[in-house]
């Protein structure tokens, strides 16, 4: 062979592999396991100690009015459908900072969805990433999982459903790519 052809070969090669790495083995459409839990936030106001399940433990900087660098840390209620009222299906645990520079709201979460024996499955999965609140409905890594969610990797789709005051609710749409 010509070394023409040998490096026209090689080149043809190296292009063909780089597809994006989603058409190799991912499908977004057709999730290994999905489901959907409401999580309910009720932040600490100062008078609410019996029912708060959030609190800001950090208070912003006075970098901006957009509460850059607030830590808020949570151990809030998960329910299979929007009634706060409803059985308790699991927690979710953990914390967000706000980091918003520019007028707006952006925060960055680490959160595990803990499921014991009163959901259909046990385990957890820890979903981390940029939250970027304003946009209604946003994706977040789901970076691993234990129990039944063993190496579980995916995507949690999240969309605030209400916002109050001291109350809010997402719905956590899980979808799992790696089961
Ligand atoms: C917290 O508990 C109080 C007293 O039971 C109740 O009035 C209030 O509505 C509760 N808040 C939420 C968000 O459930
Ligand atoms: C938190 O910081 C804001 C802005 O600097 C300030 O207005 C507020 O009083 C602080 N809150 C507490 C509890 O220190
Ligand atoms: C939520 O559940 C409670 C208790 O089961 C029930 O009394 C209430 O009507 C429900 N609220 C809604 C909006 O469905
Ligand atoms: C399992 O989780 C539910 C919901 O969070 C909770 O009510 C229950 O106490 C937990 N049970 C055990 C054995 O931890």
């Keep these: 062979m010509s070394q023409k052809l040998c490096s026209i070969l090689f080149l043809v090669f190296v292009i063909s592999s780089?597809?994006?790495?989603?058409?190799r083995k991912y499908n977004p459409k057709k999730p290994c396991k999905r489901f959907s839990v409401h999580m309910h936030e009720i932040l600490f106001d100062g008078n609410n100690a019996a029912n708060a399940t959030a609190a800001v433990a950090v208070n912003q900087t006075k970098l901006n009015s957009y509460g850059f660098g607030e830590f808020t840390v949570f151990n809030?209620?998960?329910?299979a459908d929007s009634n706060l009222s409803s059985p308790s299906v699991g927690r979710g645990q953990g914390f967000y900072v706000f980091n918003m520079r520019t007028p707006g709201f952006n925060a960055w979460v680490g959160l595990s969805l803990v499921f014991n024996n009163s959901f259909k499955y046990k385990g957890t999965l820890t979903i981390t990433g940029a939250d970027l609140i304003s946009q209604g409905t946003r994706d977040i890594p789901i970076v691993g999982g234990t129990g039944d969610f063993f190496m579980a990797r995916g995507i949690a789709t999240i969309t605030t459903e209400f916002e109050g005051d001291?109350?809010?609710r997402l719905l956590i749409d899980?979808?799992?790519y790696e089961c």
């Design 18 to 23: 780089f597809r994006p790495i989603q058409s």
């Design 76 to 79: 809030d209620k998960l329910t």
């Design 166 to 168: 001291t109350y809010f």
């Design 174 to 176: 899980v979808k799992l």
